[in-house]
């Protein structure tokens, strides 16, 4: 492993996880109560004996910098080897732009691949939630002698065009590829995860080809490289879409979930904050749920996942539902089927998911549509407020931003500072009040 070279994409916007990465890259959103998504990529490498890694940032990487820092909770806080941080740069003779896909990104960081020496170059996305030893992966990239060897899960065939789709000989050797295509013709998918011989890289990176799955991989099945598949049977998990990101916290609960974060011989490495242990008071109810420290329960917590410094107060009841750091949900209200960023606070009596999953949320029709309502960060839902299902509380919202409503129908959202007038929901009938603020 001491000659590999790791990888990691983390410059990823993620628009589809709407409020959840409107501040932050996608791989510093926080999953599991008190890990960040990128936590399993870096884990992985450590545990796989690679102590030589890449973080290619881009989106707001802000968060993402502090999360990491220089390495320390993952040993990678070395002087020869361990982690550095990537920014992307403005280069002589090239334009001014982002980085244009996976393929561009390590491209315009070449000349620091090609300088290092290894000569093994294994490349990750920093998005998803996965366990697995690369060890026996780049073996058997090694063995063959490939110029590519690609990371292939079977996936329900309905879920195929979301991948790049390959088929796949008996030696492993790739004989079919389509990227994203809308009628697969196979169920075998790439997971994003390559393992490269340098002199690939040099070779079939060019400027006309921004991509790995769209251009890098069909060009070298087209030029006769040799591109292995690498069957990978472990959980791994996409968590790209506001559904994925909450169906998969709630898998977490199950009595024997298939991602094991309490194996001994695989640790998921974090940074993590000291804080007091987790306390559950006289009057708490917990049930099948995730509670991280610094947690103070006082109410009744069902079927959710708790990061660290959460308070939920007497009479409060939260279920099936996501909350993160230092958010407090006061005495009396609800919380059903709901993600609730960081510093958020929940108003005496409120209740957030409330009535039937009936219309998806006029913003983003396509993203919120499962009856999951989302909070942004450190927004404020004054008292006895009454939300519905697919709704959107833009982060910072104050509750002079619901200018005196005091129900937001499913599929509203609220924005912070002036915004269309609020719509109350009175019975089957929708009345517009006289104040402005909220969208419902």
């Given at each position: 492993?001491?000659?590999?070279?790791?990888?990691?994409?983390?410059?990823?916007?993620?628009?589809?996880?709407?409020?959840?990465?409107?501040?932050?890259?996608?791989?510093?959103?926080?999953?599991?109560?008190?890990?960040?998504?990128?936590?399993?990529?870096?884990?992985?490498?450590?545990?796989?004996?690679?102590?030589?890694?890449?973080?290619?940032?881009?989106?707001?990487?802000?968060?993402?910098?502090?999360?990491?820092?220089?390495?320390?909770?993952?040993?990678?806080?070395?002087?020869?080897?361990?982690?550095?941080?990537?920014?992307?740069?403005?280069?002589?003779?090239?334009?001014?732009?982002?980085?244009?896909?996976?393929?561009?990104?390590?491209?315009?960081?070449?000349?620091?691949?090609?300088?290092?020496?290894?000569?093994?170059?294994?490349?990750?996305?920093?998005?998803?939630?996965?366990?697995m030893d690369y060890q026996p992966f780049i073996q058997a990239h090694r063995r063959r002698r490939a110029d590519v060897t690609v990371a292939v899960k079977r996936v329900a065939l309905r879920e195929a065009h979301r991948?790049?789709?390959?088929?796949?000989?008996?030696?492993?050797?790739?004989?079919?590829?389509?990227?994203?295509?809308?009628?697969?013709?196979?169920?075998?998918?790439?997971?994003?995860?390559?393992?490269?011989?340098?002199?690939?890289?040099?070779?079939?990176?060019?400027?006309?080809?921004?991509?790995?799955?769209?251009?890098?991989?069909?060009?070298?099945?087209?030029?006769?490289?040799?591109?292995?598949?690498?069957?990978?049977?472990?959980?791994?998990?996409?968590?790209?879409?506001?559904?994925?990101?909450?169906?998969?916290?709630?898998?977490?609960?199950?009595?024997?979930?298939?991602?094991?974060?309490?194996?001994k011989e695989w640790l998921i490495h974090t940074r993590s904050e000291e804080r007091a242990p987790a306390r559950i008071g006289p009057t708490a109810n917990v049930h099948r749920s995730l509670i991280s420290h610094g947690c103070q329960i006082a109410g009744t917590v069902e079927r959710s996942v708790l990061s660290p410094g959460v308070r939920v107060d007497p009479g409060a009841i939260v279920r099936d539902s996501v909350v993160m750091f230092d958010s407090v949900i006061r005495a009396g209200a609800v919380v059903d089927h709901a993600i609730i960023d960081k510093g958020v606070s929940i108003g005496p009596n409120a209740v957030v998911g409330m009535g039937a999953n009936e219309w998806p949320n006029e913003d983003e029709p396509e993203r919120l549509t499962s009856g999951i309502t989302v909070i942004g960060k450190r927004a404020v839902v004054p008292a006895g407020v009454r939300i519905g299902r697919n709704v959107r509380i833009d982060e910072e919202v104050r509750p002079a931003d619901f200018r005196g409503a005091r129900s937001v129908r499913t599929g509203g959202t609220v924005r912070r500072g002036g915004a269309p007038r609020p719509t109350l929901v009175v019975g089957p009938l929708a009345v517009a009040s006289a104040a402005g603020g909220c969208k419902a």
């Open positions: 492993m001491k000659r590999v070279l790791a990888v990691i994409l983390a410059g990823g916007e993620g628009e589809r996880l709407s409020l959840l990465s409107a501040v932050r890259a996608k791989p510093a959103v926080p999953f599991a109560g008190k890990y960040r998504v990128i936590d399993f990529a870096l884990s992985n490498c450590v545990n796989s004996d690679i102590d030589d890694v890449m973080v290619l940032t881009q989106y707001d990487p802000r968060s993402l910098n502090d999360h990491i820092g220089a390495g320390r909770p993952w040993d990678l806080d070395r002087s020869t080897g361990g982690i550095r941080m990537m920014q992307p740069y403005i280069a002589r003779g090239r334009p001014t732009e982002w980085y244009r896909g996976t393929a561009d990104a390590v491209l315009q960081n070449l000349g620091s691949l090609v300088q290092h020496p290894a000569d093994t170059i294994l490349v990750l996305a920093g998005d998803h939630i996965y366990k991948f790049g789709v390959l088929a796949v000989s008996e030696s492993g050797e790739v004989s079919d590829w389509q990227e994203k295509p809308r009628q697969p013709r196979s169920d075998l998918a790439s997971l994003g995860i390559y393992v490269f011989t340098k002199r690939t890289l040099t070779t079939w990176l060019t400027e006309g080809r921004t991509d790995f799955g769209k251009h890098v991989i069909p060009a070298m099945l087209a030029g006769g490289a040799r591109v292995f598949g690498y069957h990978f049977d472990g959980y791994w998990q996409d968590v790209g879409t506001i559904e994925s990101y909450w169906q998969a916290h709630m898998e977490l609960l199950d009595e024997h979930p298939s991602l094991d974060l309490y194996d």
